[in-house]
């Protein structure tokens, strides 16, 4: 069964790093999404993604978050200066909309843990 | 601004009990339901989509009132593996946003 593949599981950096966080969407998927989860609270939307451009984007999505789609599978997530705030849990999904409305696929998340 | 509500929980049931979650949406535009799963430290996984008419998977039943915003999910005879938290997502925008409710966390007791 295809599914949405993120790396790394874990990732450990230090306060003013940049981070850039991988998936691989579902291959036919239109669609990319990155959230977050800080733990214990809500699945927060970050930004959408669509015909290599963003579609949408939340207020938690400033200026130092962008998402990149380098080559024709890998979806990035970039934080370039971390800040303590930033640990959480990073889910990327990818959708189909070809048919009609379907549900997202997530990927395994990332672990980003800000020190 | 578009939200979703759940119940807050935790709700706490022993094997075999019945239980019902609900969930309440803001916009009315909103295009397509689902109930997701959620358990500890571990991605969201979708457990149903939600249709107009209602629909049953096994234990699950779904229900959409569109006039009421109003979305449920009933769950029978609890296992202990139906311990974990369940996510009411809505889709906006003609599909292309996915938001979620904060979840309702079930642990079903032996």
């Known amino acids: 069964e295809p599914e949405v593949t993120q790396t790394p599981s874990h990732q450990v950096t230090q306060m003013g790093q940049e981070v850039i966080l991988r998936c691989v969407p579902i291959s036919n998927h239109l669609y990319f999404y990155w959230y977050r989860q800080i733990l214990g609270q809500k699945v927060e939307f970050l930004v959408s993604?669509?015909?290599?451009?963003?579609?949408?984007k939340s207020e938690i999505f400033d200026d130092q978050f962008s998402v990149e789609r380098p080559d024709g599978s890998n979806f990035t997530l970039k934080i370039r200066s971390t800040k303590l705030e930033d640990s959480a849990m990073y889910f990327c999904a990818s959708h189909n909309l070809d048919r009609g409305p379907t549900e997202a696929f997530f990927g395994q998340g990332t672990r980003l843990t800000v020190v | 601004r578009k939200e979703v509500e759940q119940d807050p929980g935790p709700f706490n049931v022993p094997e075999g009990a019945t239980v019902a979650f609900n969930c309440t949406y803001s916009n009315s535009a909103s295009q397509s339901f689902f109930w997701y799963r959620q358990d500890c430290r571990k991605e969201p996984k979708l457990l149903m989509s939600v249709y107009s008419s209602g629909n049953e998977d096994g234990r699950f039943t779904a229900q959409l009132n569109r006039a009421s915003q109003y979305i449920s999910l009933l769950i029978r005879d609890s296992k202990l593996s139906d311990s974990a938290t369940y996510l009411c997502?809505?889709?906006?925008?003609?599909?292309?946003?996915?938001?979620f409710g904060p979840g309702t966390r079930l642990s079903v007791l032996p």
């Open positions: 997502v809505v889709n906006d925008n003609y599909g292309q946003n996915f938001v």
């Open positions: 993604f669509y015909n290599n451009e963003i579609s949408e």
